[in-house]
């Protein structure tokens, strides 16, 4: 195995392009232990760290542009990004230890395409769209697009993602990120759940986004959401209310789990329930907060 | 095959050293550098043993491909203490009887040391949050987050500096 640090994605397009058994990589968090675990190794590791525009993070005309290669404790150390989406950095801010941390990066996440990836649901919740560069020039698709199974993702072999493309918060619109697991730490999600919520100048919601990670075999958007949702004012979770109930049931008819060590697969439809509330309660509560 | 060239600041010194391109940063500061301080324990990630600060980021040297560390800069257990005195962390976790075998040791001092330069006085609940990526199958951890709790007492006390000194 021949390792590339290109420092261009032009660079980077024409190695891939060159080497059919070559793979990029970030963090290599999952990519290693993956060889140690018995994968077969790639003829050539391609190193996207050194691409400048793989590790950019910045605001501008009502975008914020996340290069797929920063380390998530660099996302969670950013003031700006952090008041702009708490979600997405809970969700950077859960993955492994700090050790993973310093490593872990959104691309990798998304690309390992694990149903139980932290950072996916936000991002997804979010809208954000992933910069695709390869032989065939530059491309976008949204996020919820590019995982198509476990461990199969839609890019061609040539193509990587090259940044993270996430709509500007309007005032009035937060998210939330919550993940279950049996211990505190070091832990794969048993069931992950995000919640993007916009209200209205009386705080009565406008537009919701509901989505669901390792209760599919990909994350999953709970499509019903916005309409269940649309036109409450959504308060601390009682049962009195019975919207609550038809989220309840909106979110079991878009689970489709396993049953593992983890979790059985009627485990994760209940627990699945409480998270997309409670993370629409904080969701809402954070949207409230901003205006 | 031919091997890789990389250079790095290790510890404050600019080196070189000569890698294939599959082995770890781990690898490559145990097997061609002869740094032993820096522990193997499961080499995926899982137990700390191996942490390192790479550019000023704790992460597990296994997880890391030996020529990425080209111009950047590497700290390891070995440049933890000064010439003629320990660093804090360890002198606490000397009085505390934080090890037993002592094989997790570096790694709990290099990610306690990356925790302290982020949180100079961090909570029980930061320090065990903080070393939650360390396994150690002897102590039960207690000693180790009191140590780490006495250091950074130690490091913002002047008084306690000095006497150290
Ligand atoms: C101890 C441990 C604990 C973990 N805990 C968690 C956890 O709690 N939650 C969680 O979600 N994950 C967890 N993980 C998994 C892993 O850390 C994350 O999925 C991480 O975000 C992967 O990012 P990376 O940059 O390290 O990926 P890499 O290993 O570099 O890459 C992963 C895959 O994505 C591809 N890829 C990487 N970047 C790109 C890109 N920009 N464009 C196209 N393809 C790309 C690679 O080819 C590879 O197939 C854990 C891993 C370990 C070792
Ligand atoms: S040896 Fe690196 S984490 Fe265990
Ligand atoms: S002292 Fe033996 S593993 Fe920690």
């Known amino acids: ?291 | 095959m031919s091997r890789t060239h990389v250079t790095c600041v290790l510890n404050g010194d600019e080196i070189d050293f000569l890698c294939n391109d599959y082995q770890t940063l781990l690898s490559a500061l145990r097997d061609e550098l002869g740094m032993i301080g820096t522990k193997e324990g499961c080499g995926t990630g899982d137990c700390g043993a191996c942490s390192v600060i790479l550019d000023g980021q704790l992460v597990c040297s296994c997880l890391v491909f030996a020529p990425e560390v080209e111009g950047r800069r590497v700290e390891t257990i070995e440049g933890l203490a000064e010439v003629d005195h320990l660093h804090p962390l360890q002198d606490s976790f000397l009085e505390g009887a934080a090890f037993q075998c002592g094989v997790c040791t570096p790694g709990f001092l290099m990610a306690a040391k990356a925790l302290l330069d982020r949180n100079p006085s961090p909570t029980e609940t930061e320090v065990r949050y903080g070393v939650a990526g360390n396994l150690c199958r002897c102590t039960g951890y207690d000693k180790i987050v009191r140590s780490i709790l006495d250091a950074a007492a130690r490091m913002s006390d002047p008084e306690r500096q000095k006497e150290a000194t």
């Open chain 1, 1 to 291: 195995m021949k390792y590339r640090a290109p420092t261009s994605i032009d660079e980077a397009v024409e190695l891939l392009s060159a080497h059919p058994g070559a793979e990029v990589f970030a963090g290599a968090t999952d990519l290693i232990p993956q060889i140690q675990g018995g994968r077969p190794e790639p003829s050539l590791v391609v190193d996207l760290k050194r691409i400048p525009e793989t590790v950019r993070l910045e605001a501008e005309n009502g975008f914020w542009r996340v290069g797929a290669a920063i380390p998530a404790a660099v996302l969670t150390a950013h003031e700006g990004l952090t008041a702009a989406f708490p979600g997405l950095v809970e969700g950077a801010g859960l993955i492994g230890s700090d050790q993973i941390q310093g490593r872990a990066t959104l691309g990798g996440n998304l690309c390992n395409a694990s149903p139980a990836a932290d950072s996916v649901p936000p991002l997804v919740a979010l809208g954000a769209e992933a910069i695709i560069v390869g032989r065939g020039g530059e491309r976008s698709a949204q996020v919820s697009e590019v995982v198509i199974g476990p461990s199969a993702t839609s890019l061609d072999q040539s193509e990587f993602i090259t940044e993270f493309r996430i709509p500007a918060p309007s005032r009035g619109s937060s998210d939330a990120y919550e993940r279950f697991i049996p211990r505190t730490e070091m832990d794969i999600a048993v069931v992950g759940a995000a919640a993007r919520i916009r209200v209205d100048g009386d705080g009565r919601c406008e537009e919701a986004a509901v989505v669901l990670a390792a209760v599919a075999p990909t994350v999953v958007e709970v499509s019903a959401a916005s309409g269940i949702l649309e036109g409450r004012v959504i308060p601390h979770y009682s049962g009195r209310d019975a919207f609550w109930d038809e989220l309840g049931e909106a979110v079991v008819a878009c689970c489709n789990p396993i049953d593992d060590k983890r979790g059985t697969a009627e485990y994760r439809r209940k627990v699945a329930q409480v998270l997309a509330r409670r993370t629409v309660v904080t969701a809402a509560r954070r949207a409230r907060e901003t205006l």
